[in-house]
Nanobody, 121 residues
């Protein structure tokens, strides 16, 4: 099995910064994509940013130039640096990883438990 542990959420004022972390552990042979999604109350879960194993990234338009995703492959960890936070960034943020487990020929997707980010005006 694979476990994801997220950390770094919290409450900040508009214009502030937070850094989220997500560590994957367990029966992991390799990790393809690692990403962050968010879900605000009453809304669907949407992509925030993702990063491939070669370092390629993509971002939602709403967070470009404010958020930066990165990963430490040696530690199976993905980060999301969030700067210039706005009240509309308030949501539960979820880590998502695509993992190739040992002795498997396919990738499986795993989600973290979510971490709350609240931005006040």
């Amino acid at each position: 099995q694979v476990q994801l542990v997220e950390s770094g959420g919290g409450s900040v004022q508009s214009g502030g910064s937070l850094r989220l972390s997500c560590v994957a552990s367990g029966s992991i042979s390799s990790i393809n994509t690692m990403g962050w999604y968010r879900q605000a109350p009453g809304k669907e879960r949407d992509l925030v940013a993702r990063i491939w194993s070669d370092g390629t990234t993509n971002y939602a338009d709403s967070v470009k130039d404010r958020f930066t995703i990165s990963r430490d492959n040696a530690k199976n960890t993905v980060f999301l640096q969030m700067n210039s936070l706005k009240p509309e960034d308030t949501a539960v943020y979820y880590c998502r990883v695509s993992v190739r487990r040992y002795y498997s020929s396919t990738n499986n997707v795993y989600w973290g438990q979510g971490t709350q980010v609240t931005v006040s005006s």
